[in-house]
């Protein structure tokens, strides 16, 4: 993976990328970080770089979980992160035909807004392709981080590509990797 200027921003999706995949999760307490997760928050928060979420949760539209549900569980995994600068979330079903669901770029733009950034000056990091599409959709870059979940043809596809969480930010930080030992 090629580094490139630094960004402003990097906004995460939330499930498969920064916590386990737990379907239509409303419980708090079966939030569980994936490996490398805080630590690459950790180094963004010692850059400089400002950090978001942008989740689609359409459990709440199919009334499997409510909004407060939804945000209980981003406050649990905003507390195991150490602090995320926004959360935002589409909460509508794929068919829905709204703005924000990903692939489409409204909650990018959200996200990038609340923290004062242009979205030109933003990163996503997902791990499907309807992350990377909403990312390049709204105008910032995108980084996929493949796992299980990720269909084989999306990333074989996917030009801009990392092997894991870690690596995808790493790839963003100054020479100096912005790490403090």
């Known amino acids: 993976m090629k580094r490139r200027d630094t960004p402003a921003a990097v906004l995460f999706d939330r499930d498969g990328t920064l916590v386990a995949d737990v379907p239509y999760n409303g419980d708090p307490g079966r939030v569980?970080?994936?490996?490398?997760?805080?630590?690459?928050?950790?180094?963004?928060?010692?850059?400089?770089?400002?950090?978001?979420?942008?989740?689609n949760q359409s459990g709440v539209g199919r009334g499997l979980i409510s909004d407060a549900a939804v945000r209980r569980v981003n406050a649990r995994a905003d507390e195991l992160?150490?602090?995320l600068g926004v959360w935002v979330?589409?909460?509508?079903?794929p068919d829905a035909g709204c703005e924000c669901r990903?692939?489409?770029?409204?909650?990018?733009?959200?996200?990038?807004e609340a923290l004062g950034q242009a979205p030109g000056d933003c990163v996503v990091i997902g791990d499907i392709a309807a992350d990377v599409r909403a990312g390049r959709a709204a105008g910032a870059r995108a980084i996929l981080v493949a796992n299980a979940a990720t269909r084989p043809?999306?990333?074989a596809a996917e030009p801009d590509a990392a092997a894991d969480l870690l690596t995808a930010v790493r790839s963003l930080l100054p020479p100096d990797g912005g790490e403090r030992t």
């Open 32 to 55: 569980r970080l994936l490996p490398g997760a805080r630590r690459a928050v950790d180094l963004l928060r010692a850059a400089g770089i400002a950090t978001g979420v942008v989740s």
């Open 81 to 83: 992160l150490g602090g």
């Open 89 to 93: 979330y589409c909460p509508h079903t």
């Open 102 to 112: 990903k692939p489409r770029p409204g909650l990018v733009l959200r996200a990038a």
């Open 153 to 155: 043809e999306e990333a």
